[in-house]
């Protein structure tokens, strides 16, 4: 469990600010498109288009079928990234864009800024259509940058290249926790003086044949085809599994002092960071919720505040049993009566 808390509140660390937010998502192209949507209440489920869907038990998930990566790079740079890395690139070139910083690699910021973007997998529909071909056209068809394509940290890679981040640059590859953890390791990178500047974020394109197989057979998928946009429901009695959905989304994070010496627009401020395992099951929270509480705990006093302090909490909330329950439980455990009255909500509802 990875749990970061943003505030503009005074701490007496190095501090990092949010300068800058991309997003690409199924319910928009931009953070804003992106955000109008949320808080509309706009789903971004519907029916498989990415494969046929023929004899699966889930045909539904969330795809962001808008995105054209042809509308962003030329045809052939294109087709030498995986859709996880176009995503991460698109959310990170707006991120930048809003924060105004264009990093010159020749300048002193260049090796003073770096990057962490987080996948669950990488480049899943590349490793698939190149083992595809080997299996039909032969090892000598299969594509020379196929291994490029599918690695883990190619969209932290792409990202540095493109935007000349000289600094740290790595990738976080913690399932569900991914991007949250990019974002708390990018934070540290700059607390600790590593770096004035990170792009922080994560992606993911895994809307495949294999990969809805996969998660229908642990059966954590909903099987609420004929109502794909009532079918994750995070929290509700009547929940049967969430959908999987793809994206990219990023943040651009500065030192503070920094920003505010270029005149950069403050958006948040990143204060705390907690982390911990269950040390229980490969896919199953350890029932009771504590395993949670102690990233919400930690979290917390790493901010130095309190559970008062809070006004709205984002839960993993996967409409799943399992992880709905202890993330509830966790909740309670963490902040006492404070649970009963700050808000919390799941994006993956949408």
Sequence with gaps: STWCT???????????????????SPVGLTSETT?????????????????????????IAAEATAFDPENYFERKDARRMDRCTQLALVAANEAMEHSGLVIDPEGP???RAGAVIG?????????????RVLDERGPGRVSPIGIPKIIANMPAGTVSIEHNLMGPVSCAVT?????????????????RGAADVMVAGGAEAAITDFGVASFAQARALSTRNDEPERA???????????????????????????????????????????????????????PGGMGDARA???????????????????????????????????????????????????????
């Design 35 to 59: 955000w109008q949507a949320l808080i509309a209440g706009t789903s971004g489920a519907g029916q498989i288009t990415a494969f046929d869907t023929t004899g699966f038990k889930t045909t």
């Design 175 to 191: 399932a569900c926790s991914a991007s949250a953890n990019a974002i708390g390791d990018a934070a540290e990178i700059i607390r």
């Design 109 to 111: 910021l260049a090796p």
């Design 6 to 24: 943003a505030s503009s509140e005074m701490n007496s660390r190095r501090r990092v600010v949010v300068t800058g937010i991309g997003a690409v």
């Design 232 to 286: 994750s429901r995070p929290f509700d009695l009547d929940r049967d599994g969430f959908l999987m959905g793809e994206g990219g989304a990023a943040l651009v994070l500065e030192e503070r002092e920094g920003a505010i010496a270029r005149g950069a627009e403050i958006l948040a401020e990143v204060t705390g960071y907690g982390m911990s395992a269950d040390a229980y099951h490969i896919t199953l929270p350890r």
């Design 119 to 131: 996948v669950g997998f990488g480049g899943m529909a590349t490793l698939i259509e190149e083992v």
């Design 296 to 350: 919400m705990t930690a979290a917390l006093e790493d901010a130095g505040i309190g559970p008062d302090d809070l006004d709205y909490i984002n839960a993993h909330g996967t409409s799943t049993d399992a992880n709905d329950a202890t993330e509830t439980a966790a909740i309670k455990i963490a902040l006492g009566e404070t649970a009963y009255r700050v808000p919390v909500s799941s994006t993956k509802s949408m």
